[in-house]
């Protein structure tokens, strides 16, 4: 599995909870479209997001990252980042255990 992170270090709280919304709406809309096969955005108490999206081939990933790097691009430029990071890796061990309904 193959993954792009990113992380986004806001001057504010309240800035970060603005960047999550925009990504949640960007992103998040289009799992079906870039066949996205897990998505995580965190938020911490100091304004850091960290965007996590996996999927199951490099050429799928590397389509997500042309298409969507408008949104980052907006908000670099809408927002003062004191950080931003960006990187790829491949998952060596994940474990994510999934929602079931016990009668």
Do not use: C, W
Not at 44 to 54: L, Q, S
Not at 62 to 86: H, N, P, Q, W
Not at 88 to 94: I, K
């Amino acid at each position: 599995m193959y993954s792009k992170i990113f992380s986004l270090k806001f001057a504010t709280l309240e800035q970060a909870k603005i960047g999550v919304s925009v990504l949640s709406e960007d992103i998040g809309g289009s799992i079906a479209d870039s066949n996205i096969a897990s998505l995580s955005i965190l938020l911490d108490k100091t304004g850091t997001v960290t965007v996590t999206v996996r999927f199951d081939t490099l050429p799928e990933m590397d389509v997500f990252v042309k298409t969507k790097l408008g949104v980052l691009t907006r908000l670099k430029a809408a927002f003062a980042l004191s950080d931003y990071d960006e990187r790829s890796a491949v998952a060596v061990y994940l474990f994510d255990r999934e929602a079931m309904m016990v009668s």
